[in-house]
């Protein structure tokens, strides 16, 4: 049996931990998490990835896409040009280059929403915020690129610090746990470190413990299950569950076009249990999940 940190009761209803940060304030932008929850809408600038891919590869649909989401309620774009699907081959610096700078400089003149750049590699992070974006969404938590939290630390932006086992290329191939959530903690805890030494502010650190990067069904629905262990973080806390595979599996091997209704359940009880931003393609759709599962949680939690 694997040992178990002294956590919280996972059967608790969560109850948001005063000490933790829960205001982005950077530039012209402030996003108030401890109000509402924030909607990250997804726009994948590539031809592979597993939801997406090819919708929206040209600059001209990616632009409109951007500026349709925001009408829908999305409090960040999360532009990317890589696909990181399980089993993606990675895609050269001049490439993801190619793909995501010129949507960012027009989405950055045409919205009034933060645009985070979704990329490994600091160069691309450097080029996308140079070019308007204004966060850095890291799937590798700052492991991939020594040079990541330099240029983090440089352009004084917020960064989402993810758990990954693995490369998206081998991380589905029998991903093994002695202790799941304790695991991903500690490899949270070590990249937050990271960052905090090349000199990111403690308070522009967000933390992801990355749903289907490196996990199985059931190491997907025990990180739902036991969200609120990760505010031992104090950080910020992003998930990602839209479409993804275990919702598809749940619901009987549903297509990636067929997971609506089981994202929006997904969506709802990682608010519940102390989700602060949500990662999504359907922003309207996830949106309106977002105030229902707000207002609950704001209901359903004492005034002491």
Do not use: C
Request: net charge neutral.
């Amino acid at each position: 049996m694997s040992r178990r940190l002294n956590y919280p009761d996972p059967g608790r209803l969560f109850k948001p931990d005063p000490k933790i940060s829960v205001n982005l304030s950077w530039s012209r932008f402030s996003l108030d998490l401890s109000q509402k929850t924030q909607i990250m809408g997804i726009l994948n600038v590539t031809k592979d990835s597993f939801a997406d891919g090819g919708l929206y590869f040209d600059k001209a649909s990616a632009i409109e896409r951007g500026i349709s989401m925001v009408e829908e309620g999305a409090h960040i774009i999360d532009i990317g040009g890589e696909s990181t699907r399980p089993g993606s081959e990675p895609v050269n610096e001049e490439e993801e280059l190619r793909r995501t700078i010129p949507v960012i400089e027009v989405l950055a003149k045409k919205i009034s929403v933060p645009i985070s750049i979704d990329t490994y590699k600091s160069s691309v992070a450097k080029r996308a915020i140079e070019a308007g974006a204004s966060m850095v969404n890291d799937i590798s938590g700052l492991r991939f690129d020594p040079n990541m939290p330099e240029v983090i630390t440089h352009y004084r932006v917020p960064v989402v610090i993810m758990h990954i086992k693995g490369t998206p290329k081998d991380m589905q191939r029998n991903p093994f746990y002695t202790a799941l959530i304790p695991e991903i903690i500690g490899y949270l805890e070590e990249g937050i470190r990271m960052a905090v030494r090349a000199g990111v502010s403690e308070d522009m650190i967000i933390v992801d413990p990355g749903i289907g990067f490196g996990k199985t069904y059931e190491h997907n629905l025990e990180i739902i299950k036991n969200l609120h262990e990760f505010t031992l973080l104090r950080k910020p806390i992003l998930i990602g569950v839209s479409r993804k595979a275990f919702i598809g599996r749940i619901l009987g091997d549903l297509p990636v076009t067929e997971r609506l209704e089981g994202t929006a359940a997904a969506v709802a009880i990682s608010i519940i249990n102390g989700a602060n931003i949500v990662r999504v393609h359907d922003v309207k759709e996830m949106a309106r999940a977002a105030r229902v599962a707000d207002a609950v949680k704001k209901m359903s939690i004492p005034d002491f």
